[in-house]
């Protein structure tokens, strides 16, 4: 039987967290081959999960002379790129089959260069529908074409749609298509004895307002945005918060965002900055002993895994008021939404005493984008 391809083309975020989630479920289907297809960096990070032995499983990695080409490329460009690479890897291991982690790199250049035989499935995170009117003509004609693509052509087989229920019916109805399905987005329940008492090691007190800003961090996740609200703040509001910016930072951003924290450090804030990658202990231990945390994305048409870890510890977050990240926030009560300006930003973390969590609809969003059910629907096409 001929191996299935497992294609990630980034470790950063959450795709680690998939990438290990799906290898898991793989090393059960002992009647499958399975190859992962990873960048080579993910050797460096793997640590941060324990893998169970699986002989039907083996890694092929993406070199960084194969991937570094995609970077700061039009769409087209990158797409063509990303094929060669996974066409090297089904010529490689005859494969029919390929489920990729982020399915619109791919496109439109899959529909072309890759053998009619292969089927390919894959995540969409990001819906256009959510954003369809900030966009310009030429951008609205590029996605649709993208999405015609992906419900006519039948090297498409599967597209799963992340935590966006509502816009599923409103794909299949545009593109009279029966591929789109809503995928949940998978939150794993934390153990008690796991947690780090976060408060202690930095040596903050209960009386210290802790707002947690976590995850893989670059422009598109509003960071710059909060570090110039806090540069609003007065001394006696200082004196009561602590931020803490915890994740990677993009390569782009360190500069200037080390050298705006400084600043505000002398100014007399507290900003505590973890640069590299957060363990999931760590994640849940610093989410654990926040009072609030910041989600204030710029790319607000799709959904963030950080808003399951904050309904799953009963933390409230802030978050833009538009798109689907707004939605989810304010369908499923896990905080506020707000208009991000550093202005709104700053005036929310004089309120956040206020802010509350609906525990029953918080429950209820975590039971329907368990793990399980994220493996159950994704599965199918494993």
Same mark, same amino acid.
């Given at each position: ?28 289907? !002992?009647? $499958?081959?399975? %190859?992962? #297809? ?23 990695? /993406?070199?960084?002379? &194969? ?12 797409? /063509?790129?990303? *094929? ?15 489920? =990729? ?5 791919? /496109? ?8 009619? @035989? ?14 369809? !009117?900030?966009?310009?003509?030429? &951008? ?46 998978? *939150? ?12 202690? &090691? ?20 509003? =960071? ?25 930072? +993009? ?9 705006? #924290? ?13 640069? $590299?990658? *957060?363990?999931?202990? @760590?994640?849940?231990?610093? *989410? ?10 710029? @790319?607000? +048409?799709?959904?963030?895994?950080? %808003? ?5 510890? $009963? @933390? ?19 905080? %506020? =939404?707000?208009?991000?300006?550093? #202005? ?39």
């Amino acid at each position: 039987m001929k191996p299935y391809i497992v294609f990630a083309n980034s470790v950063k975020g959450h795709f680690l967290e998939y990438i290990h989630h799906l290898y898991e479920y793989c090393a059960q289907m !002992k009647s $499958h081959d399975y %190859i992962f #297809v990873v960048p080579v960096e993910f050797l460096e990070v793997k640590q941060n999960f324990t893998w169970s032995d699986a002989s039907n499983i083996q890694f092929d990695y /993406i070199s960084d002379e &194969e991937l570094c080409p995609s970077l700061n490329t039009n769409p087209i460009k990158r797409s /063509i790129i990303f *094929c060669k690479i996974l066409n090297k890897r089904i010529i490689r291991y005859q494969a029919d089959n390929v489920f =990729t982690l982020w399915l619109i790199p791919f /496109i439109p250049a899959a529909a072309f260069m890759i053998n009619k @035989r292969v089927r390919i499935s894959g995540i969409i995170y990001k819906i256009y529908l959510h954003e369809e !009117k900030q966009l310009s003509i030429r &951008e609205r004609v590029y996605n649709r074409v993208c999405y015609q693509l992906l419900s006519k052509r039948k090297i498409f087989e599967t597209v799963f749609i992340l935590n966006d229920p509502e816009s599923v019916p409103r794909l299949s109805n545009i593109y009279n298509s029966t591929k789109f399905k809503n995928l949940p987005d998978p *939150c794993i329940p934390f153990k008690h004895d796991k947690i780090i008492d976060i408060r202690k &090691e930095l040596g903050l007190s209960h009386a210290d307002n802790i707002l947690l800003h976590i995850g893989a961090i670059d422009r598109s996740k509003g =960071t710059m945005d909060i570090l110039d609200s806090i540069n609003l703040l007065n001394k006696d509001q200082l004196s009561k918060m602590v931020f803490l910016i915890i994740g990677r930072i +993009s390569s782009e951003l360190e500069i200037p965002l080390f050298k705006q #924290v400084e600043k505000l450090r002398i100014q007399g804030a507290r900003i505590i900055v973890e640069n $590299h990658f *957060c363990s999931y202990n @760590r994640f849940i231990s610093f *989410c654990h002993s926040s009072d609030v945390i910041l989600v204030p994305y710029r @790319r607000t +048409s799709q959904s963030s895994g950080v %808003i399951g870890y904050a309904a799953q510890l $009963h @933390r409230p977050v802030i978050a833009p008021k538009d798109g689907l990240l707004g939605a989810l926030v304010r369908n499923n009560s896990l905080g %506020i =939404t707000i208009d991000i300006t550093p #202005v709104n930003l700053a005036k929310a973390y004089t309120e956040i005493s206020k802010f509350s969590v609906d525990i029953k609809k918080a429950n209820n969003y975590l039971q329907l984008n368990s793990l399980p059910s994220f493996l159950l629907t994704i599965g199918k096409s494993l």
